[in-house]
């Protein structure tokens, strides 16, 4: 009886099936769920520092020294020094990097179909809108909007405050 009444489990639950779904569509182009997203915020984003990406994504900036060097080495990202501030990578997608994307995306759809067919197409799209909106209403927002945003994300805000 307790268990139903914990909605926190549902989701993580939930949430750790799709990502596994997730990593089957991307496991053929080599990528992982976080290194996917990563390439769509730089596509939307054009460049960003290493720096900014970790504050957008919520990851420290080791975690995202991990991930960019492997999108590197792929030669999907190019990463440069920033002339004007040497100690400062700036990142952005290579043609190769771009053309991934189509892939990437479709293995996204290919999940949202996966959603749909589990719950049907109506639920699906509901299930979306409460998502967003628990995203929105916890501070949090899409990394590609962060970046342009210039701003850090509001887990960053709610540690400074901690501390």
């Known amino acids: 009886m307790l268990r139903k009444s914990l909605k926190l489990h549902a989701l993580l639950h939930?949430?750790?099936?799709?990502?596994?779904?997730?990593?089957?569509?991307?496991?053929?182009?080599?990528?992982?769920?976080r290194q996917a997203r990563l390439l769509d915020a730089l596509d939307h984003a054009g460049t960003s520092s290493q720096v900014d990406l970790a504050r957008a994504f919520d990851v420290s900036p080791a975690s995202m020294s991990t991930m960019t060097q492997r999108l590197v080495q792929g030669g999907y990202v190019l990463r440069t020094v920033d002339p004007d501030e040497r100690r400062t990578n700036t990142l952005e997608l290579t043609e190769k990097g771009r053309a991934l994307l189509s892939d990437v995306r479709k293995a996204w759809r290919n999940v949202d179909r996966i959603i749909e067919n589990a719950i049907g197409a109506e639920n699906a799209g509901q299930l979306a809108s409460l998502a967003f909106g628990l995203r929105d209403a916890l501070g949090g927002r899409p990394p590609a909007k962060a970046l342009k945003a210039g701003k850090p994300h509001k887990a960053d805000v709610d540690n400074r405050r901690r501390t």
């Open 14 to 33: 939930s949430a750790d099936l799709i990502e596994q779904h997730l990593r089957i569509e991307l496991e053929p182009l080599g990528l992982r769920p």
